[in-house]
């Protein structure tokens, strides 16, 4: 994208941003309209499709057997991937994982992994042996901004669904993988001189530093990531963490109801 | 073609084991416009297949190197997605999705006025969510459509469906058993309204009659796709269906 067109957009959001108006006309903390669906995909042993505005992101589960890390005899693992492909957007070209891609994977890995949603130790088949390794896969296929929010929830959404698929591997039963908890992302964009929650397409092209925020179900936070260039004080950031908070418990409340 | 007719694949009766009579397609849906990031999109489920493909362009060919001074390129990827089959695939490119990108691009090429945008480039990207064998033929077939919907102008629409053998009988669109187990696959790409070939492979074995009736098969279904391709435009552009 040529460098004037984000100036322009640059100060018509900074003049909305003074007159508390976005681009979209959304309020500063109102969400894009959220649709959820679960157990989308016949292959995928936990599934989740994630409508959230135009942005459109896939969550599909696998599994395997391996043997476990030498250290941790006991412990299954979870691979947390997302990629930022091509289909996705005009600006994403096809090749090796950019950086974007990288983080966005790693960003939403850290908040479901640290959230100690999955306990480990319950992924052990036999001690030193044969232990599940969980594959969680995060496929964008239309990005019209705030893909990382959308990618958490179609992430944990799918891992609320997802069977452990034993009797195919003759190990047992199927059950359903145990996830305790939910953990929520809401991600927040510099605009004009103030944050907004859930950015669009032209806030985030015109927009400066963004903050992720991963929330547990005690209102914990899990996982944090800044990126980009720019600044924010303590007070800015307070003031965000406790709009996470809330846009987080709606949404758990919108998973719960649609994954139970 | 995995093991060779020694699996029933066909009942007493002549039904499929999903009740498919010979020269039944299983169902299929098309929607068009699914992709807000995208300049034209089309979401195909087939059977338990599903593709959703997305098109971007003509826009400038980059690297140079690429562009041609008369006609535009098109840029193919098909992918599948890492949860899309019963063992996961590793992402990125493999030696299958490379040539059949590589097909899908030449097949899309025959009916694409590509003369009219010469230096640039044309992207689709074909992704499978599920696959559940007859994937590169719901891709081809979903490309054509988010192509139309991108507004990129076209001679003709192209359908692909492929025929095969199970248990010595000729049977159009095998679904995963009868592909895993069957005798031959062929998959073709047909130009609906003149009848022309524009993509065409084939595996196993097949006498010469064999090869005419598989061929009779897929011509036949292909008019009944491209109906539904039609429709599926025509409600988004036309106010509904005929």
Partial sequence: ?260 | MGGYGDVELIAKDGKRLDGRLADELRPITIEVGVLPAARGSCRMTWGLNIAEVAVYGPMEAHPRKIQRPDRAVLDVRYNMAPFSTSDRIRPGYNRRSREISKVTAEALESIVMVEMFPRSKIRVEIEILCAEAGTRCCGITAAAVALADAGIPMKDMLVSVAAGKINDVVVLDLDKAEDNYGQADLPVGIMPNTEEIAFLQMDGDLSPEEFDLAMEYNMKAAKEIHKLQINALKSKYDGGVE
């Avoid at chain 1, 995928?44 to 005899?73: H, L, N, Q």
């Avoid at chain 1, 096809?94 to 959230?115: K, Q």
């Fill in chain 1, 1 to 260: 994208m040529v460098e004037i067109v984000p100036r322009l957009l640059k100060d018509q959001l900074l003049k909305l941003a003074e007159k508390n108006d976005r681009i979209d006309g959304r309020e500063q903390y109102q969400r894009r309209n959220v649709d959820l669906e679960v157990n989308v995909l016949t292959n995928a042993e936990g599934s989740a499709k994630v409508v959230w505005g135009g942005t459109i992101v896939y969550a599909g589960v696998k599994f395997e057997i391996r043997t476990p890390w030498p250290d941790r005899p006991t412990e299954g693992s979870l691979m947390c991937g997302a990629e930022l492909r091509p289909v996705a957007n005009l600006k994403y070209e096809p090749g090796p994982p950019s950086a974007e891609s990288i983080e966005l994977g790693r960003v939403v890995d850290r908040g479901i992994r640290e959230s100690g949603c999955i306990n480990m130790e319950e992924l052990c088949i036999v001690p030193g042996e044969k232990v599940w390794g969980v594959m969680l896969d995060i496929h964008v296929m239309s990005d019209k901004g705030n893909i990382f929010d959308a990618c958490a929830l179609a992430g944990i959404a799918a891992l609320k669904t997802a069977i452990v698929p034993a009797e195919r591997f003759d190990v047992g039963d199927d059950h359903q993988l145990p996830v305790s908890k939910l953990p929520i992302m809401a991600s927040y964009r510099k605009v004009g001189n103030r944050f907004v929650y859930d950015p669009c397409e032209e806030e985030e092209l015109g927009g400066d530093e963004r903050v992720h925020i991963t929330l547990g179900d005690d209102g914990h936070v899990h996982s944090l990531q800044k990126g980009l260039k720019g600044t924010f004080s303590t007070s800015d950031f307070a003031e965000i963490f406790a709009n996470a908070n809330e846009q987080a418990n709606e949404l758990r409340e919108m998973v719960e109801e649609k994954v139970n």
